[in-house]
């Protein structure tokens, strides 16, 4: 008798918590649309992921795809749920559940069994009723062909120099592209006319780099030059300056001994820059003398096991021989 109450009880407290936490159970269908065409989009990633601040992204564990009509089934577990919809070829998508705005009544089920959500792509949860179908238009991206045409500061042709195009924002490593509704990478190098050829994808944020040993890198966003079929990039010689970084512990003020400290690790999976470096630190939390360049957006990050990675931004013009750039670590 006493465990049959302690179960009721359980159970009770359950459902209290429950409600208290928005936790629901509704089963609805997704329906993916090719914005241009009206076909349905086979093969498209659905994440449903917690409505939240930042929460755009959803995780990278494998997510389940819509069939050949574009359908897929889901089952809802929040009032607040954000569902993103991942494709290449497509702009990636997001379709927010909101519950219904406080001191409102809530809105009866939608009778119809399709609903289409777009353009705002948002919807009541108390909207949809179990079972119905939410349409989703998916705006298909536009691909187009830009020259790149890379020049020293005399207005001479660089070749090999590395170019590099990629959409979207910052991946956790390369090859996760398709994962994130992306197109791949783009990696190609400068002929001897200092010209290569990388493909814009209109609809994303297209971001190119390039990138030469002894040069300053440069890094622009595509989105200004959608008009352009050629793209002029200046790669001027780099001045370098000899430094020491120092790893400290933050709390203590001790030396950090077999600290990582890198230059040129971009964040997003890009491979890193030609005149990057990766070192450790000695005993006195002092890596060997390295070079820092002249660059726009000079950073150097430090990593160590048990501390919180770092990022510093320096002041090249400020580096002096003999004064060690500290970078603080705090303890996980």
Request: hydrophobic share 40%; net charge positive; proline share 7%.
């Amino acid at each position: 008798m006493r465990f049959q109450l302690h179960c009721l009880m359980g159970v009770v407290l359950s459902a209290v918590l429950a409600t208290q936490l928005g936790c629901v159970h509704k089963p609805i269908k997704i329906r993916t649309l090719d914005g241009a065409t009206g076909a349905s989009v086979e093969g498209a990633d659905v994440r449903q992921h917690s409505a939240r601040l930042f929460a755009f992204f959803p995780s990278t564990a494998p997510a389940p795809k819509t069939s050949a009509a574009g359908e897929i089934d889901l089952v809802l577990n929040a009032r607040g749920t954000n569902l993103a919809i991942l494709r290449p070829g497509y702009v990636p998508t997001q379709v927010a559940i909101v519950p219904e705005p406080s001191g409102r009544a809530s809105a009866p089920p939608s009778e119809c069994p399709t609903l289409d959500v777009s353009p705002s792509n948002c919807v009541e949860f108390e909207r949809l009723a179990k079972g119905t179908t939410i349409e989703v238009h998916l705006t298909p991206t536009v691909p187009r062909t830009v020259r790149v045409c890379v020049r020293s500061e005399l207005a001479l042709p660089l070749a090999d120099a590395e170019v590099i195009a990629h959409a979207g924002l910052f991946l956790p490593k390369d090859g996760v592209e398709a994962q994130w509704g992306l197109p791949a990478l783009q990696r190609t190098s400068t002929n001897a006319h200092g010209c290569a050829e990388v493909t814009v994808h209109g609809g994303l944020r297209n971001y190119l780099y390039v990138r030469a040993a002894g040069r300053v890198s440069e890094r622009l966003s595509l989105d200004a030059f959608a008009a352009h079929a050629q793209i002029d990039v200046t790669l001027r010689v780099a001045e370098f300056k000899a430094a020491v970084v120092r790893v400290i512990d933050d709390a203590t003020g001790y030396p950090i001994k077999n600290a990582r400290v890198e230059l040129g690790k971009e964040l997003d999976g890009i491979a890193r820059d030609p005149n990057g470096w990766s070192v450790q630190t000695d005993t006195n939390g002092c890596t060997p003398a390295v070079l820092l360049p002249n660059a726009n957006s000079l950073s150097v990050s430090a990593s160590c096991e048990r501390f919180r990675s770092s990022r510093k931004m320096i002041a090249w013009q400020f580096v002096r021989a003999g004064n060690p750039i500290e970078i603080l670590l705090k303890r996980k």
